[in-house]
């Protein structure tokens, strides 16, 4: 079973329905991220919590939010999709103290249409 | 303005050659990470610099901080198939919050 899990892996919606994408993990760690990929721009932080009351905006954090359920859970919403969020989407997660060495998850591709 | 810049972004080369792969910025960093993603999955983390002109292999991998930890390349000698993928290097800063910031990754296509 993979450490860090996100449902779905893949989800096509409308513009303007809100969506969320979950992430579970078993590793024990504190710090959750989400981070968004698109095409030749790498990977852009979202939202990241260090924490279950710790929540903290990230780079590109307009559109989305976040909620740390538990320390293994963190989840991410689409109050209102748009078709410019279509890309895929990783969950992370890093030990305290550990230089930020982060395990990803599988990634979720959203298609908005 | 992307804070770390990886350069190529694209490369294609033939099974035996060397290459090198460089990620470089004007921030200092306290730490850098390489990671190697293939299609469908998460990035992978390879390795961990965190020492000014530190030196780390892994099989024919070769990892290099600068001296100013500003900069670091990833060498691979004799590359085969296997090897190709999207690499990224990432970057934790000093100020604040210990995140991670990414470069835009380099596609490597290694050619039997």
């Known amino acids: 079973d993979a450490d860090v899990t996100q449902t779905p892996r893949n989800r096509i919606t409308k513009t303007g329905k809100r969506i969320m994408l979950e992430c579970s993990q078993t590793k024990g760690h504190d710090r959750m991220y989400w981070y968004r990929q698109d095409p030749g721009l790498g990977l852009r932080l979202i939202y990241y919590?260090?924490?279950?009351?710790?929540?903290n905006k990230g780079e590109i954090s307009d559109g989305y939010s976040v909620s740390r359920q538990a320390q293994a859970k963190f989840s991410l919403s689409l109050e209102s999709a748009i078709p410019n969020q279509t890309a895929l989407y990783f969950c992370?997660?890093?030990?305290?103290?550990?230089?930020?060495?982060?395990?990803f998850g599988q990634g979720t591709r959203l298609t908005v249409v | 303005t992307q804070l770390l810049e990886q350069s190529p972004q694209f490369l294609s080369i033939q099974e035996g050659e060397n290459l090198t792969v460089y990620c470089n910025s004007s921030s200092v960093f306290s730490s850098l990470q390489w990671y190697r993603q293939e299609p469908g999955e998460g990035p992978v983390l390879l390795v961990t610099?965190?020492?000014?002109?530190e030196v780390k292999k892994l099989k024919r991998l070769t990892f290099q901080f600068g001296d100013a930890r500003k900069d670091s390349s990833l060498h691979i000698t004799a590359a085969q198939p296997g090897d190709t993928g999207l690499y990224l290097c990432?970057?934790?800063?000093?100020?604040?919050?210990?995140?991670?910031?990414f470069g835009q990754g380099t596609r490597l296509t290694i050619n039997p």
């Open positions: 919590s260090f924490d279950v009351k710790d929540i």
């Open positions: 990432a970057g934790a800063q000093f100020q604040g919050a210990q995140k991670l910031v």
């Open positions: 992370a997660t890093s030990l305290t103290g550990s230089n930020t060495e982060a395990f």
């Open positions: 610099v965190v020492t000014g002109g």
